[in-house]
């Protein structure tokens, strides 16, 4: 007696991984411009998309492949949460927030050589 063999095939999708490692520095002292740092496993393009709001709705790109992603945006209004996610290929991170320097004065001491 000849039994069928059954063989079942499992089709697995491949998701965009989340980029969670995600920091703000400045390019320059010029305190209307940020620049966006991230990186990936694999050379990517590079996307901001921001706003002041959940919607973003602007979009800074960089069609250069790297791993190391540095993104500067410029910042329109102070005194705002800014909103912003970052791309790069099929990896997408979580909307994020940070604040638009203020308008009143704004004093930072630097202290060294203790």
């Not at 999708?13 to 320059?28: D, K, Q």
């Not at 991170?93 to 630097?110: C, E, H, N, Q």
Request: with cysteine; net charge negative.
């Amino acid at each position: 007696m000849i039994r069928p063999l059954l063989i079942f095939f499992v089709a697995s999708t491949v998701c965009a991984a989340p980029i969670e490692r995600i920091w703000l520095t400045h390019a320059t002292n010029d305190p209307s411009k940020i620049v966006i740092n991230w990186e990936t496993d694999a050379p990517s393009d590079s996307i901001v998309e921001f706003g002041t709001n959940e919607a973003l709705g602007q979009r800074v790109a960089s069609e250069a492949r790297v791993t190391l992603h540095h993104v500067e945006i410029t910042l329109t209004q102070p005194d705002v949460i800014y909103h912003y996610r970052v791309r790069s290929g099929d990896d997408v991170s979580m909307v994020s927030t940070f604040k638009g320097y203020p308008t009143k004065d704004l004093r930072i001491a630097i202290v060294g050589d203790w």
